[in-house]
């Protein structure tokens, strides 16, 4: 049972646009939400946050938007660079025993054209 | 900047061998995880420790086993490696519900091929 969800396993934009990545969850004990940054051969960095209690977080070229009645975030990134090319995960946070516990998404490899 | 380290990032073992990978970080974090990425699938956690000899289950424990003697060391072990153990094993590592950040810092990977 996937709890957190990325319906594309692949995008393509060009350089310069803007792109949007999607992800979807299912349990409302989630209560922060992360996006990290894959390139081959190298563990996963964290991008950027957002807190159940806001709809949108910016960090430079980076935003994340949440909407919690429909259990769903995205990403976008204006504008889009060469450099960005990665897999992007999803990843949601919750209280689970004596930790805070990540659940990913499975992943959405993003590639930009140049 | 935090610094997560990982023994091996290439590894290949046989059938029912014994298999330590190794992880250390060095920003004082009270937890460590153990992931292993599969296409498709994204990352999935095997097993998590929130202090020294504490350890708790993820959501795939089967065949694996845990060790946090020190702070700053967390090793994942398989006891019998199978070929459905071959993954790409990921360690992270982040501060304690006393921190207000939420986010976990990555090694680089250990790429595990079981033969």
């Known amino acids: 049972d996937q709890q957190v969800k990325q319906n594309s396993p692949s995008l393509s934009v060009q350089e310069g646009r803007i792109s949007i990545l999607n992800c979807d969850y299912t349990?409302?004990?989630?209560?922060?939400f992360l996006w990290y940054k894959k390139y081959p051969a190298e563990g996963p960095t964290f991008l950027i946050s957002i807190s159940s209690i806001k709809d949108k977080n910016e960090d430079g070229r980076f935003t994340v938007f949440l909407n919690k009645s429909a259990k769903h975030l995205s990403l976008h990134i204006v504008p889009s660079q060469p450099g960005d090319s990665a897999v992007y995960f999803c990843?949601?946070?919750?209280?689970?025993?004596?930790?805070?516990?990540?659940?990913f998404g499975s992943g959405t490899q993003l590639t930009v054209l140049p | 900047d935090v610094k997560v380290t990982q023994s091996s990032r290439y590894l290949v073992k046989r059938t029912g061998e014994k298999v330590f990978l190794e992880c250390v970080q060095d920003?004082?974090?009270?937890?460590m995880f153990w992931y292993r990425q599969d296409p498709g699938l994204g990352l999935r956690l095997i097993y998590f420790s929130y202090d020294v000899k504490m350890k708790e289950k993820g959501d795939i424990p089967e065949g694996y086993s845990v060790s946090r003697e020190k702070k700053e060391r967390f090793s994942l072990i398989l006891e019998s490696a199978s070929t459905n153990q071959t993954s790409m094993y990921l360690c992270a590592s982040s501060f304690g519900l006393a921190g207000k950040r939420h986010e976990q810092f990555f090694g680089p990977g250990t790429r595990l091929t079981v033969l």
């Open positions: 349990n409302s004990m989630f209560d922060y």
């Open positions: 920003m004082d974090h009270e937890n």
């Open positions: 990843a949601a946070s919750k209280l689970a025993g004596s930790a805070r516990q990540l659940t």
